[in-house]
């Protein structure tokens, strides 16, 4: 293998790990942050629907609480709802039961959204009347997660393309005094004593072509001798 293949394949290896680090990272911190949006966003509108239903649940107006419960829970970011009177009694519930549409289920399946679970307790005066338990619905989130997951793909695979066009590129400029080098020492084989005019600028390479003039010039300084 050459040594411009060996380096290819280093540059490959290292922008393949670090796209797979970036995802994993992007991935994880958007699933963290929709986690925690959720279980904010439940408890406060668990919070705020419970306030609203004080003068109705005193009353056990069921018809105007079943209209506000609706309004709230037909946004579909919900995926059940609940509310029980202090006995236990049920006197509204709610369930979401649609599906995930634009995401893999194997998607789903790999990284779990706990659906957080919101409760508010009731109170009439001092009197306390009821339970409401709302828990959230995780379709948005996971829409979110996987619209994410998707663009940091395309934006570390664009990166890695142009980062290997770049490396091509530089090492096509860095490598190519080697080939000068090669057949100048293929022209000393035949008796022929080249100069190399084009001095690089890496270090390295640089003192490699200078050696070999030096080379070049003493040969031919010899056999002329």
């Known amino acids: 293998m050459t040594l411009a293949k060996q380096l290819y394949a280093l540059i490959f290896i290292i922008s ?49 609480m079943d209209t506000m419960v609706n309004a709230v829970f ?5 995926k059940s709802l609940s509310l029980k009177s202090m006995a236990g009694e049920s006197l509204i519930e709610r369930e979401n039961t649609s599906q995930i549409d634009g995401v893999p289920q194997w998607f789903i399946n790999a990284l779990t959204l706990e659906t957080p679970v919101a409760d508010s307790l009731i109170t009439t ?5 009821g339970t409401l338990s709302l828990e959230a619905h995780p379709g948005f989130a996971y829409k979110k997660l996987w619209q994410t997951t998707i663009e940091t793909i395309y934006l570390a695979l664009l990166v890695f393309l142009l980062s290997f066009l770049l490396a091509f590129l530089a090492l096509k400029a860095i490598l190519r005094p080697l080939t000068a080098v090669e057949e100048q020492a293929l022209a000393i084989c035949e008796r022929e004593f080249p100069i190399l005019q084009n001095i690089p600028k890496t270090r390295e390479l640089q003192r490699v072509v ?7 010039a003493k040969v031919r300084g010899i056999i002329s001798h």
Not at 41 to 56: E, F, I, M, R, Y
Not at 74 to 78: A, E, H, P, T, V
């Open 210 to 216: 200078l050696a070999m003039n030096k080379m070049s």
């Open 74 to 78: 037909d946004s579909g970011y919900y």
């Open 125 to 129: 005066g001092w009197t306390q009347s």
């Open 16 to 64: 393949f790990m670090m796209g797979i680090g970036t995802l994993f990272i992007s991935v994880e911190n958007t699933r963290s942050f929709l986690m925690l949006q959720l279980a904010t966003q439940t408890q406060n509108a668990t919070d705020s629907l419970g306030l609203s239903l004080v003068p109705h649940m005193k009353e056990r107006d069921i018809a105007i």
